[in-house]
């Protein structure tokens, strides 16, 4: 499935303003909040369950991967943590929705074909 290094790749556009030169005072990327509201977004708009899960392993693999002080949940709380300790946590997180992302997807195929209960693939 290539869209989660997908949107792990296209979280990090936030580190752009930064490398430009510009201030940055949050990071949308790297909060809580952000993650719900892109759910929920998913969750109106797509309708996929499979969708909702490579959202959430992007954002995961993307703080897996990330290192430094954020605020999980900003705009609401501008409490920095670091989160270097929560790092393998987010990586587990991140290839548990992926797999399910997989299955979710796989299911959806194998029942939304012909209709005889064979696979496509
Ligand atoms: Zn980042």
Redesign the pocket.
Known sequence: MVLIPALTVV??I??LPAYLGYPQTI?P??SLVFLACALAATAITIKALEIDFAVAAGFMG?LAI?TGLFAPYSPISFQYVDLGPYRPAFALGAVICALSAGVVLRRRQGTGGTGDGSHNG
Do not use: I, K
């Open positions: 979280l990090d936030d580190h990071r990327a790297h993307h990330d």
